[in-house]
């Protein structure tokens, strides 16, 4: 679904991304982990073409996406929820929900991101502002599933929220998973990302230093310490 070889990218004449490389299979869940700083974000905005200049590969399901603008590379079913949420304060959620355009055929119906959010439905009609943190994240995971894509790039979901929403969070991803989505999750809580990942790339100073499969987790318990700092 996602592979990438030997990409670099810049902001202007600074030299963000040394080198990187990672496969996703459908359906597999992989972490980027890393200290702030260490390009994770930088990665998943490369892969949608939002850096400055790009050298490398980057295939998605097939299709070399390194020279497409990111419109283009969008509509190849590629979902992206930043850290800030992008939620329109002036907007309702469900006006929210209904805004973006559809990347691919199999965009969720509002009934079936209301079973999975029932928090939303609750607040269909409450402005963006008005919603707490935990339901923005929410809504700002809903309304890519709106859209149809199959590819998720999900940046810091869990920052700043409470344990109850950063749960809520895990069981979605669950069970995204089941439903063959693909996802790729920047993530500085390991401890909510180790059991939802089939993979995770640890990366430092815009290079992957280290691949680690789920079951070598807890052997490589040691070398994770010592590069995250957990």
Request: glycine share 10%; net charge negative; with cysteine.
């Amino acid at each position: 679904m996602l592979s990438i070889r030997d990409l670099h990218a810049w902001y202007g004449e600074s030299h963000v991304l040394h080198n990187i490389n990672l496969d996703v299979q459908q359906g597999e869940c992989i972490t980027l982990l890393g200290r702030n700083g260490a390009g994770r974000t930088t990665t998943l905005r490369a892969i949608l073409g939002l850096t400055g200049k790009r050298t490398g590969s980057i295939k998605v399901a097939g299709k070399e996406v390194i020279d497409l603008p990111p419109h283009k590379i969008a509509r190849l079913g590629l979902g992206y929820c930043p850290e800030e949420r992008g939620i329109y304060a002036s907007l309702t959620a469900e006006e929210n929900l209904t805004l973006l355009p559809m990347v691919g055929p199999n965009g969720m119906s509002l009934e079936q991101i209301y079973e999975m959010f029932p928090n939303l439905k609750e607040r269909a009609n409450s402005p963006g502002t008005r919603l707490s943190g935990g339901e923005q994240q929410m809504l700002a995971m809903a309304r890519i599933l709106r859209t149809g894509a199959q590819l998720l790039l999900l940046d810091e979901i869990t920052e700043g929220l409470a344990p109850v929403i950063v749960q809520k969070l895990g069981q979605v991803i669950r069970e995204l998973k089941a439903r063959n989505f693909t996802m790729v999750l920047v993530e500085q809580n390991f401890r909510f990302a180790q059991h939802l990942a089939d993979r995770h790339y640890v990366i430092e100073h815009g290079e992957v230093v280290e691949v680690i499969e789920r079951a070598e987790v807890e052997a490589k318990q040691d070398r994770l310490t010592e590069l995250l700092g957990i």
